[in-house]
Every structure is written in C-alpha cells, then in structure tokens.
C-alpha cells in the first residue's frame, strides 16, 4: 500500500458540527428524551444542511455509564463526511483512493447474507434485517491507516462480541476469521487489485471479544456508504486500518491463526496483529506521525491509536517488536 492520492483539501465546517451540535444535545440531560426539544435545539443552533449521508437513519441506544466508563473520551474533530465517505481503501473497486465510492455506487447490499461458523455451537446465517435489528450504538472512534493518515469516525453499530455469542463459540476456539464478499461482475476493476480475493481477515478470539470491537452498520448517524464497507464491515480502532475488513459475509470460528490478506501479500510489511504502534517503523515509512485527513501537518500516532488503556492487557508479556 502506498498512499499517492492528492491531498483532500479542508472540508467545510458544516456536516461534522451539525452532528455534533445535534449528539451533544442529544446527551445533555436537561434534553433527555425529548426529541422534539432536541429538534427545535439543534434548528436554532444549525440552520444549516443536513450531513449527506444519504443512508437510511440507524436507530441507537445511549450507552450507560458503565458501558462508557470503557471508552476513552474523545475530544476531536470529527473528520467530515465528505472525506471519510470520498477517501477510501477497498481494492475490490479501485486502489485509487478518489474513485471508489463512484466504483462502489450500484454495489447490491441487499440483500445481504452474513454466515457465521466453524468451532460454534450455533452455526448462523443473518440477513439484513436482522443484522440491523440488533441493537445498535454511537461509537466515535479514531481511524488509522498504515499507510500514515487518519480520521475520527462516528461509527453505528454493535459489538462484534453480541454477535459471536449469538453462535455460542466451542471452547476450543481462539480466533476469528473474517471474509468480504467477492464477485468480478460486481467487481471489474478487481483484477488491478494486486491481491488475492476475497480479502480475509482475522483476530484472535479475545480481541474479538473486546468491548471496542464492532461491527459497523453505519456511520454518522445512518447505513454504511457502499465505498466504506456497507452493509456490514468490522471495525477494530487500535490496529492498523486494514485490520476492519468491509462488506463481510462469513465470520468462521477456528483454533489457528487465520491468514490476512496484507500479510499474504506482503509478509515483511504486514503482520497479523498490526497494533497501532508509534515506535514500530514499516520497513518503508515511519509509524510515529499521522495526518489527520482535513487538517494540515501531521500529529503524533498514539500506542495502541490512544486505546492503549483499554487493550494493552491483551499483548501482555508479547514483544510487540518482534510479533507486530
Ligand atoms: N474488503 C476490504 N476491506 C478493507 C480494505 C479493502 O481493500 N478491502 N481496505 C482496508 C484499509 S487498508 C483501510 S485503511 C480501511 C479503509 O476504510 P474506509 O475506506 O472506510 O476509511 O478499510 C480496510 N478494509
Ligand atoms: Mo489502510
């Protein structure tokens, strides 16, 4: 992977603070509950556009304290839409950054199949509708690519975990393999690709199983734009992009290490844990800095993508030089 598009230029303040202005009130207590309140609020306070997320609105839950006493406060910018639905890597339709979402435009998602099997109890096939049915939360996460930028992305979805246990897992499974939908009739510019298809995946169980792990259905509020995964992708905030394979439809519970497509490809430059990592170079760049997609300059890459507090208990006792 290289990172050679022209630089996204500045978005407009408009879609990010609209969203934001509208989820802080939504959060205030005073508001608590009555959305029409929060309506007339956010008018006032944003006459202005509705973010462009032309996706259908995704229902969510506030999360309780408890819950959110396991995520990091969050205080930055959202990336704005614009940049994170115009700005992306998925190979199947394009390794040109720019021109994915037009690629992915008539991508059919629906309907969507997602088997979940191997080591479980309860092999599973949802379709949208049920995927979409599960219950469904805001999650504001930072996004890092390996490449060396990155962005803040408000998430919907729900944790990978609610999921797998849904198929009750066999105790003799410790890791998690991942598959996207492939299909060249969907997909012709996939031959230009210069990896194997479908893109695959993997986490071991427990990181699986973490709390911050999602699988995303949307994002800003509604479903997912084709070019980020839709209708389904993994999200995992402290590992490298790559790791939060889009539009997935098998999720295979097994006792080994699955491959992962970027080690495929390239093992000297990809590993299977690709942990956000500062100190730890790609053989080709260094990881310590990171340009956040919308603003100018570069800012330091955090340990773990700034999760660290949350997931370091994972690699205890691991060198993280040596197994990256
Ligand atoms: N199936 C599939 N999943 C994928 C990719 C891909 O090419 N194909 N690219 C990965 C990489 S390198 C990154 S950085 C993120 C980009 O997600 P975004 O376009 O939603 O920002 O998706 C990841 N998931
Ligand atoms: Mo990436």
Request: include cysteine.
């Amino acid at each position: 992977m290289s990172d050679s598009s022209p630089k996204i230029p500045s978005s407009e303040i408009t879609p990010e603070a609209t969203f934001l202005n509208r989820r802080f009130f939504m959060k205030s207590s005073i508001w608590a509950g009555t959305s029409l309140a929060t309506a007339g609020i956010y008018r006032a306070f944003s006459p202005r556009p509705e973010v462009v997320n032309t996706g259908t609105e995704i229902a969510t839950v506030a999360e309780t304290a408890g819950e959110a006493a396991e995520l990091p406060v969050l205080n930055e910018k959202l990336t704005a839409f614009d940049d994170i639905a115009g700005y992306n890597n998925f190979y199947e339709f394009s390794t040109s950054k720019s021109a994915v979402a037009a690629k992915a435009k008539n991508f059919i998602t629906n309907p969507w199949s997602l088997q979940i099997d191997g080591l479980v109890n309860q092999p599973r096939t949802f379709d949208l509708d049920e995927l979409l049915k599960i219950e469904s939360v805001e999650r504001t996460y930072r996004f890092r690519c390996v490449e060396g930028w990155s962005m803040v992305i408000p998430w919907v979805g729900f944790p990978l975990s609610k999921l797998l246990s849904m198929a009750d897992p066999k105790s003799q499974a410790t890791h998690v393999a991942f598959e996207t939908y492939y299909d060249i009739k969907q997909m012709p510019d996939s031959g230009y690709a210069g990896i194997d298809l479908p893109y695959v995946e993997g986490l071991r169980l427990d990181e699986a199983m973490h709390p911050l792990t999602l699988m995303a259905t949307g994002l800003y509020g509604k479903t997912l734009p084709n070019q980020n995964g839709a209708p389904i992708r993994l999200v995992v905030p402290w590992k490298y992009g790559f790791k939060s394979i889009k539009s997935v439809v098998k999720i295979t519970l097994t006792d080994k290490e699955p491959p992962i497509t970027w080690n495929l490809a390239n093992p000297n430059e990809y590993g299977f844990y690709s942990n956000v990592n500062p100190e730890v170079s790609h053989p080709r760049w260094s990881q310590a800095r990171e340009r956040r997609i919308g603003e100018g300059g570069t800012r330091e890459t955090l340990m773990f993508n700034g999760y660290a507090d949350q997931v370091a208990h994972l690699y205890a006792g691991m060198d993280l030089r040596v197994n990256y």
